[in-house]
């Protein structure tokens, strides 16, 4: 435990102070203790902040709660992750609004080379229970991480079907770590730990209130290379999760239906829109996100070749000369450079033919 631990759960409880505004908070003062040791005018002065904001935090006094936490996390073993961790989702931090803090419990790497998450509708068909098992099975020997939200219907399937074919899964949740919802999924919650984990960014005793769901459905967005819809109705959980995807960029793919099935009417609503890919199975998928690619070996790059390169576009270089094929979010963690500085550089490099963009926001040397 840090000392800064306490500071650290305390930040997501102050008041009018939500992930945007804590992140412009971290940047300035680097960790969470400062924030609060912080003078009252000194906080007035950051972007966003105010008056108001910075009374909230000068005023926050819950630390109680917050010490209770900490019991509750010594006790049961709980792995804190605060958003400056080096083991934070990668993927998730390039998200405007990321959790700042987050509890897992589990042994999957939060930050592995290949990440789907996995949704749909509770209320299943024979269809889409066969199709999800398939796709998961079918992915089986790509070392694939599988991500879903621990609802009845297509995401226990897919967490199912992730442990019987040897994949990790993690399950993100809409409440503390203290419960399940459903209790339903408590056997295969305890699974899941062994083999993947459970992650929120909700304290022990916050209930699965319905507020609590859009806010885990954009940690099942923002932590994947690429969403999967398997049968979802045309409102629901599982767009909203399609749509925040869209907004991060992410690659969306999505099993069609019939044109009349109330089960697929999101599905085909994404694909229409021009929202997500059509796949029928994990070839589909495999083959646009370049993950079935057959390595070919290719002639060193010399760095010499590159010297009227700017820093960023060298920056680059040196870490594609080093890994054959790269998703743009490993870019944006390896490099260390904002995303609009990433992006500057890789259009410059396509345009002078040293660079090649494939399927997936994957990227690969010339």
């Keep these: 435990m840090t000392n800064d631990l306490l500071y650290q759960i305390a930040l997501p409880l102050v008041p009018n102070i939500g992930d945007v505004h804590a992140k412009a908070l971290i940047n300035r003062y680097g ?17 966003g902040i105010g008056s108001v904001r910075a009374g909230c935090i000068k005023a926050f006094s819950n630390f109680k709660a ?30 405007y609004d990321s959790p700042t803090l987050l509890y897992y ?11 789907i998450s996995i949704v749909g509708t509770r209320n299943h068909s024979e269809y889409g229970k066969i199709t999800c098992e398939k796709i998961v099975e079918d992915l089986a020997s790509f070392n694939i991480l599988i991500v879903s939200g621990l609802a009845f219907g297509i995401d226990t399937i897919a967490h199912k079907a992730a442990l019987r074919n040897n994949l990790q899964t993690i399950g993100v949740m809409a409440h503390g770590l203290d419960m399940i919802y459903p209790a339903q999924n408590k056997t295969l919650a305890r699974q899941m730990v062994e083999c ?27 932590m994947c290379d690429a969403v999967l819809v398997i049968e979802s109705g045309k409102k629901g959980g599982s767009l909203i999760t399609a749509e925040l995807a869209n907004s991060y960029n992410k690659d969306i793919f999505s099993i069609p239906g019939r044109a ?92 002078q033919g040293i660079l090649l963009s494939l399927p997936g926001k994957v990227f690969t040397l010339a």
């Design 105 to 115: 419990r589990g042994n999957a790497d939060l930050n592995t080379t290949r990440i």
């Design 31 to 47: 960790d969470a203790q400062s924030i609060f040791k912080a003078k009252r005018k000194d906080l007035e002065n950051i972007d």
């Design 66 to 95: 917050c010490e209770e936490e900490l019991k509750f996390i010594e006790q049961y073993k709980i792995r804190t992750i605060f958003i400056t961790d080096k083991s934070y989702p990668q993927r998730l931090l390039n998200c």
């Design 196 to 222: 993947g984990g459970l992650l929120t960014e909700f304290m022990s005793k916050t209930n699965p209130d319905k507020q609590n769901f859009p806010k885990r459905n954009r940690i099942v967005a923002g």
């Design 260 to 351: 009349n099935d109330v089960k697929s009417e999101g599905c085909n609503y994404l694909i229409k829109t021009n929202k997500a890919a059509l796949i029928t199975g994990a070839a589909d998928l495999l083959e646009m996100m370049s993950w079935n690619a057959t390595k070919k070996k290719q002639p060193a790059k010399q760095r010499e070749l590159f010297i009227e390169l700017t820093e960023d576009e060298k920056t680059l270089i040196n870490i594609l000369q080093q890994q054959e094929r790269i998703q743009i979010d490993q870019l944006y963690f390896k490099s260390g450079l904002n995303s609009s500085s990433v992006a500057a550089a890789l259009l410059s490099l396509e345009m």
